[in-house]
């Protein structure tokens, strides 16, 4: 395992751990660098209007599509360290 993908491994431990929850952008962010970080771009069909939840997130994943699953996880590690600097 990398360097990098342990920061990652250890980030996803850490934003569970926080004290106060991002707000909703921020999740979808998060959720985008998951994705994007663990399986690439987006595939698929973008889901239907009336599952609103599913629809964002496939929108905010859809964002990322061609960054590289390196960035992704670095941009992860980043906003997770932000959010812990201000969890304080």
């Known amino acids: ?21 991002p707000d909703v952008q921020t999740k979808l962010k998060l959720y985008a660098m998951f994705k994007q ?5 987006v595939q698929g069909e973008r889901p ?5 939840v599913a ?6 994943w859809t964002k990322l599509a061609g960054q590289s699953k390196e960035q992704a996880m670095q941009d992860y590690v980043n906003l997770v360290e932000q959010l812990k600097a201000n969890d304080e």
């Open 55 to 60: 629809q964002a997130k496939y929108d905010a």
């Open 37 to 41: 970080a663990s399986e690439g771009d």
């Open 1 to 21: 395992m990398t360097d990098l993908a342990q920061r990652f491994q250890v980030a996803q431990n850490e934003v569970v751990e926080l004290n106060e929850a």
């Open 48 to 52: 239907s209007a009336i599952q609103f």
